[in-house]
């Protein structure tokens, strides 16, 4: 197998293959799978169904030990395709407290960040075409 990322590649449906490509994807691609879904309100307000995660966006645990939890998000890794949030943190056995990363396709955006002017540029855009 090649180690250089390929632009063609479509999809597989052999899982190394698909690990491959998220490990080996460069980083304005790995910043598109940091993409969740908004919530009802927010869908209805904005016109869209997902939208990428930035800090400090307010976000609702759908899935694992978590569930039903919100929290800021407080940390961002693009490399790892990881999010942590403010507030859930994991007990190690020798007692230091760890935070816990997420998969953006455990969470649902509860509340926007909106003081990047970029992301309100996009989201006004967005409600013009409705």
């Known amino acids: 197998m090649k180690q250089k990322f390929s632009r063609k590649w479509k999809a597989s449906k052999q899982p190394r293959k698909q690990r491959k490509y998220k490990a080996k994807a460069p980083l304005h691609v790995k910043h598109k799978m940091l993409a969740t879904h908004l919530s009802k309100e927010l869908r209805k307000k904005h016109g869209k169904r997902s939208i990428t995660l930035r800090k400090d966006d307010v976000v609702k ?23 942590y949030i403010e507030g859930i943190q994991r007990t190690r056995k020798d ?7 997420f998969n953006p396709s455990n969470l649902i955006i509860v509340e926007l960040n909106l003081d990047d002017k970029k992301r309100n540029k996009k989201l006004r855009r967005r409600e013009g075409e409705k």
């Open 61 to 83: 645990i759908i899935r694992g030990t978590f569930k039903g939890k919100q929290g800021k998000i407080s940390i961002v890794n693009m490399k790892k395709i990881r999010v």
């Open 95 to 101: 007692g230091t407290k760890v935070n816990v990363p």
